[in-house]
């Protein structure tokens, strides 16, 4: 089998298949990351003194809302997308993705999305009312267009999750490879179908919002405004039932990670895992029923203020599920204190103090009292950063000799966990205790002798720490990328089928197409259990059973990055219209002209040994 890969940027920019795709959106995210994680080290820096002087109110305002937009939309999603695009249709044993080509042109209407809103730094201010956008904030009609770009930005970057989950949930409904029941495969690919399904459910209601946004503020409707006869609460209702949800879709990657890690390091299968995957589930279906717990101080009234809380409650059954279940797997195990085992472990104990913290909202008057607080800061960061960060570096040092064919170095990655994990709690820990002492979020500056001036320093230092754990990991990827140990196919004694191919893994991921008989398939064809029940390694392990079919691969193509780039011209005119309406007319050429070449093209290619 040849590697038909076209070389150099061209190959790029043309590729189709599913592990390239999984390294442009990682190397996006990654950058996006940084870009992120600058704008809150300028937060941190303003808020470390009392009347702050190194942003201006504006300023601030720029860089919360943006800092916050930045790390939900094109960091943790793009992230934990890179290591679905990736893995997803080797570990269910496909050759790719159902839909090659509309996966590329998903890529491409993300990175032209994120690059749509970052621009708007240097053509006259980026979006400054705040990443939840509340009306009339997001609504006020003024001569500053940087909602809009907010607005259309998020719209573009919907889409393209939209056409990701679609393309995913396909792929694990037509293309599971012989034997593989859907109680049989991974639970990371489990939670990765969840969360495909939370996007194609939530997205088209905050699109919806998002559009009434923009022709709010560019055609004079009046959905959002109270004086007019509209309603600024219709704006929270819709946002929050995308935005709960969306929590979901930021935290289940890490739970499915955490749930493949735990047991290749303890060397047990995961405890209850049918529990753990049906838990997942329920998490997903129960988040549609507790958006308005972000509500309790709007006046809804009484009655569906008990309601939400009690659902609020509820929905901690199925986390605290997972949590037991997970240290169900670590006991007794043969524990590994490896990279990500150590990122596994701190997700678990950082996840619970998030979730610990959410559960206090759901009681109304405590609610009420930390609404608006640092106490909400705190929470969520434990649970989005302490929680879904953590799991996606577990899950970026499991699956990275996979992926490169090299280990990262383990003093590295182990002074990168103990850094991260050490400025986590620095950072985020003592916001509980400001906000419970009345800080509000959202201020760029704050008097003295308000007791709060200590704390925010910690947290300023402790931001400070993050950032250096993240040189630890950026030289770990520079250092080993031409000189880290050789990984070998199967370097941690894996468990699911990514590590029975090589590594790096071929573009048709399988020579021919695996026959499964079980759970854990391929931990079976490598071990056999002693009259004690104990794990026994196979001498000569069985050569997993395979299904002789012709190999199709999809071809390269350059029009869905054509249609890409078409929708970002497209945007730039609707932000500026009438003036626009050029742009608009090129954009909609373009994007036309991808599509057309796009669907004149023969699809797969035909590989022969």
Known sequence: MTDTHHRGL???????????????????????????????????????????????????????????????????MPAAAALTNYFLPILIGARDVAFPRLNAFSYWVFLFGGLFLTVSFFVGGAPDGGWFGYAPL??????????DYWALGLEVLGFASVLSSVNF??????????????????????????????????????AIGLLQVFLDRNLGTLFFSAASGGDPILWQHLFWLFGHPEVYVLILPAMGIVSEVLPTFSRKPLFGRSFVIFSGIAIGFMGFGVWAHHMFTAGLGPVAEA?????????????????????????????????????????????????????????VPADAQQHDTYYVVAHFHYVLFGGAVFGLFAGAYYWWPKITGRLLDERLGKWHFWLMFLGMNLTFAPMHVLGLNGMPRRTYRYAEGLGLDLWNLVATIGAFTIALSLLFFFWNWFRTARHGEIAGNDPWDGRTLEWSISSPPPEHNFDTVPVIHSEDDFWHRKYTEDSEGRAVPVAQPTPLPAQDEGIHLPSPSFYPVLAASGIFVLLLGLVYLPWGLLAVGAGLVVMLWGLFGWSMEPLTREEHS
């Open 10 to 76: 061209w190959g790029w920019l043309t590729t189709t298949d599913h592990k390239r795709i999984g390294k442009l959106y990682g190397v996006t995210a990654i950058a996006f990351f940084v870009v992120g994680g600058l704008e809150a080290l300028f937060i941190r820096l303003q808020l470390a003194t009392p009347n702050g002087e190194v942003l201006s109110a504006d300023a601030y305002n720029q860089l919360f809302t943006m800092h916050a937009t930045t790390m939900v939309f094109l960091v943790v």
């Open 138 to 147: 997001s609504t006020q009609v003024t001569e500053v267009v940087r909602m």
């Open 307 to 363: 309601a939400f809380s009690l659902t609020t409650m509820f929905i901690a059954v199925p986390t605290g599920v997972k949590i037991f279940n997970w240290l169900g797997t670590i006991w007794g195990g043969s524990v590994r204190l490896k990279t990500p085992m150590l990122f596994s472990l701190g997700f678990i104990f950082l996840f619970v103090i998030g979730g610990l913290s959410g559960v206090t909202h759901s009681i």
């Open 169 to 206: 949930i396909t792929t694990v409904l037509t293309m599971r490879a012989p034997g593989m029941s859907l109680m049989r495969m991974p639970v990371f690919a489990w939670m990765a179908t969840v969360v495909s399904f939370l996007l194609l459910f939530s997205l088209p209601i905050i």
